[in-house]
Every structure is written in structure tokens, then in C-alpha cells.
Nanobody, 124 residues
Framework: QVQLVESGGGLVQAGGSLRLSCAAS????????MGWFRQAPGKEREFVAT????????YYADSVKGRFTISRDNAKNTVYLQMNSLKPEDTAVYYC?????????????????WGQGTQVTVSS
């Protein structure tokens, strides 16, 4: 079993930055592929970014490519999402997810564990 706890969300003006963190406990963190997803009001949850167990492979949704960076620190059992140049359309609840397969995935159903989410609000 894996427990995931997100932090770092908040209110920021357009053009600003936030860094989300996701702390994992339980199963060996370094064996897990990790991802970030988000859900805006009235919309389905969507993929944001994913990172492999080693951090050597990352993949981003087109909507965030060049603005967001996913990274991980296996010594701290933590994955991060650095969000720059934020836009109002980035407003959503952001979820951290882990999958027992160590590789990346943009497919929600391939993730086995989910955090409770953290709210990010970008004002115009």
C-alpha cells in the first residue's frame, strides 16, 4: 500500500509560479512510476505530467509543456511539480498518483494509488 499526500497548492496571479509536492509512504518509492493529474470544475480529470522511477524519463501534456516540470527525489520519497507562467486555465485540483509499474504513463487507469488533491487557483 502507498499513501500520497500533496501540498503546495494555493492562490496565485496569472504569470506566477507554484511548486507542488507529493510525499509518499509505504511501498518502496523508487520502484514507482509517478504522475500528476488535475481536475477543473465541471471537467474530467486530465493528465498533466509523469516521471519514471529513476527520473530519467518524463512526459507532459501539451497544455503544460515548457511551463511545468516534474521531478522526484527518491531519497526523500517525494515527487514535485514546478509550475511556471501559470494561466487561469490551470486552475484545478491537482492530484498525485503512483503506479506499481516503474515507467511513465499518461493513462489514469494505470495508476494504483492517489492522493487527496491540492487546490491551485490562478487569478487573472
Amino acid at each position: 500500500q502507498v499513501q500520497l499526500v500533496e501540498s503546495g497548492g494555493g492562490l496565485v496571479q496569472a504569470g506566477g509560479s507554484l511548486r507542488l509536492s507529493c510525499a509518499a509512504s509505504g511501498r518502496t518509492f523508487s520502484s514507482l512510476g509517478m504522475g500528476w493529474f488535475r481536475q477543473a470544475p465541471g471537467k474530467e480529470r486530465e493528465f498533466v505530467a509523469t516521471i519514471s522511477w529513476s527520473g530519467g524519463t518524463t512526459y507532459y501534456a501539451d497544455s503544460v509543456k515548457g511551463r511545468f516540470t516534474i521531478s522526484r527525489d527518491n531519497a526523500k520519497n517525494t515527487v514535485y511539480l514546478q509550475m511556471n507562467s501559470l494561466k487561469p486555465e490551470d486552475t484545478a485540483v491537482y492530484y498525485c498518483a503512483a503506479r506499481r509499474g516503474s515507467k511513465t504513463s499518461d493513462y489514469e487507469a494505470r495508476y494504483d494509488y492517489w492522493g487527496q488533491g491540492t487546490q491551485v487557483t490562478v487569478s487573472s
